[in-house]
């Protein structure tokens, strides 16, 4: 399974981006998926997981309410929605895939794949 992770850039604080994670090799549909972050100088932290079929999401506290994940299984793709950006959310955003959903796992990074990562930039 390959995940290709895009749509990071340089925002406003206040502003939106949309980034989409597109994976090849298997079905979407066969995985949970879940976008992490890590920002410079810091640790890898969860932001968001969304069940096989989408119908469960989860969300790290410092993203709820301003983020949203979601998907389309039948592009293929996993979409993490950002507004209301502020400059604590630059970061290296990173999306993985896990056969389960486990919500203990996922927020662990206990997954089966990782993808590259998007760089996102929120200026102040």
């Known amino acids: 399974v390959q995940l290709q992770a895009s749509g990071g850039g340089l925002v406003q604080t206040g502003g939106s981006l949309r980034l989409s994670c597109a994976v090849s090799?298997?079905?979407?549909?066969?995985?949970?998926m879940g976008w992490f972050r890590q920002a410079p100088g810091k640790e890898r932290e969860f932001v968001a997981a969304?069940?096989?079929?989408?119908?469960?999401?989860y969300y790290a506290d410092s993203v709820k309410g301003r983020f949203t994940i979601s998907r389309d299984n039948a592009k293929n793709t996993v979409y993490l929605q950002m507004n209301s950006l502020k400059p604590e959310d630059t970061a290296v955003y990173y999306c993985?895939?896990?056969?389960?959903?486990?919500?203990?796992?996922?927020?662990?990074?206990?997954?089966?794949?990782w993808g590259q990562g998007t760089l996102v930039t929120v200026s102040s």
């Open positions: 969304i069940s096989r079929s989408g119908g469960s999401t």
């Open positions: 090799g298997r079905t979407l549909s066969s995985y949970a």
């Open positions: 993985v895939a896990d056969r389960q959903w486990v919500r203990g796992a996922i927020v662990a990074g206990n997954v089966d794949y």
